[in-house]
C-alpha cells in the first residue's frame, strides 16, 4: 500500500507541477518558493523510491504546494485546478541578513560585511569602507552561490562566494565557505568565509563594530591565498628557488636519538614536486618542504591518518644546507609532538641512500656518534 501511494504521490506532484508550467511558473520558481530543490527527484518515483527525499515525504510536499499556490487536487477527475480559477502566486517580501566574515590578509585582523539576502534571489553586501555590492543568489543542491559585482565609481570587480547549505537550503545560522575576488591593492585573492546569521536589523551596525568572538578568528585567521600578478612567459619563470630545491630530491636514511638512548633510522622520500614522506614507527607522514631562506629547507609533514586522532601529530624539520661538518650527511634539527626525544626538539640526520651505500661502516658510525654527543652537549 505505501509503495501504490509512493507512486500516486510522485504523479500527482509531476501533474501540479505540470499545471504551475502551463500557467508560466517554472519548477525552478516553484523551488526557490518552497526553499526545496529536489522536485525532479519528488516526482520520479521509480528512480527515487524513498520515501523521506530532503526531509519531506511526498505526502507532506504535495500539500506545501496545494498551499503555496491555492490549488486542488480532483481525486475524482485525477487533475488539478485552482481555487478561484486563476494561479496564487505569493508575493515574496523575505529579507534575511548575515555578517560575512574573512580573514584581511593585509590588515591581519577579521574583516566583516553586513549581506542582505532578499528573496532568495538578490544579495547586496556592504563593506565598512563604503564599499556596495549586489547580486543574484542561488542554491544549488546542498550549496549555496552568491555571485556580486562592487558597484560606485570602482574599477569594475566581481566576487564569487560558495557556501556549504546542506539539506536545509535557506536561513541556516552558520555558513561555511570561500570566497574568491580581487584586492583592492589588484591581487587576485581567496579564502575562507564565515556568514553568521542576525535575526534584528538593528543590531547589524553594533555586530559590525563589536569585538569579533575570539573562535571565528581562530577558524579563519591565515585562511587566505594571494596569488601573483605577473605572466610568466615559461614555467622556468614560476619559481626562482624550484632548481635549486629540485636538487634535494630523492630517498634518504632519516636519522634521529630515539628517547635519548639510540639512533634510530627510518626512510624519507623528498620528490621534485616539493612533496615528502616520511615513514615513521609504521606510520606515513606526508607534506611539504620549502627554502626559507637560501641555506634553509623547511619539511613540514602531518600523519596522513590524522583524521582518526583528536590532534594532528607534526613533524616539523629544519634541513641546513651549509653546515658542512657532516658532510655528506645533511645536519637538521626539528620539533615534534609525535616523536619521542626527551624534548620538543630534536636533532637529526639525512643522508641519501645512493650515498650512504657508498661510505665506509666506519665513517657513517663516526658522524653517528657525534649526533649523540651534540645531544648531550645541548641537553
Sequence with gaps: MNEINGKILSERIGKVLDYLKEN??????VEQQLNYTSLSKAKNYARYPQAIIERKTRAELL????TEYRLIYDEEFDRVKSENDKVHVNPVDHTLYYIMYYYAFARD???????????????????????????????VENYTFIEAEKLGDYTRVKKLICLFSGTEKFGRPILLG??????RDGYPAAGSVLFEKVEQKELLEKKVKSETDPRIAYYLTNKVFIADTFTPNSLDNLRS????????????????????????K????????????????????TGYYKFLDHHTI??????GARFSHMTDDTIIIYLNTINASYNPFLYCVGISNAIETGSNSFSCLLIEKRKHSELPKEEI???????????????
Design 178 to 183: 570561500t570566497y574568491s575576488t580581487v584586492k
Design 298 to 303: 623547511k619539511l613540514e609533514l602531518t600523519d
Design 63 to 66: 500539500e506545501d504546494l496545494l
Design 365 to 379: 658510525e663516526k658522524v653517528l656518534a657525534r649526533l649523540t654527543n651534540t645531544h648531550i652537549q645541548q641537553s
Design 241 to 264: 628557488e624550484f632548481r635549486l630545491l629540485a636538487r634535494y630530491a630523492g630517498d634518504y636514511h632519516f636519522f634521529y636519538l630515539h628517547n635519548n638512548k639510540k639512533i634510530s
Design 266 to 285: 627510518y626512510d624519507l622520500i623528498m620528490t621534485s614536486d616539493s612533496k615528502v614522506k616520511l615513514n615513521f614507527e609504521g606510520v606515513m607522514y
Design 109 to 139: 585582523t577579521i574583516g566583516k560585511a553586513i549581506v542582505k539576502i532578499i528573496n532568495k534571489k538578490r544579495v547586496e553586501i556592504n563593506f565598512p569602507q563604503d564599499e556596495h555590492w549586489e547580486g543574484r543568489f542561488e542554491v
Design 24 to 29: 508560466k511558473i517554472t519548477q525552478y520558481e
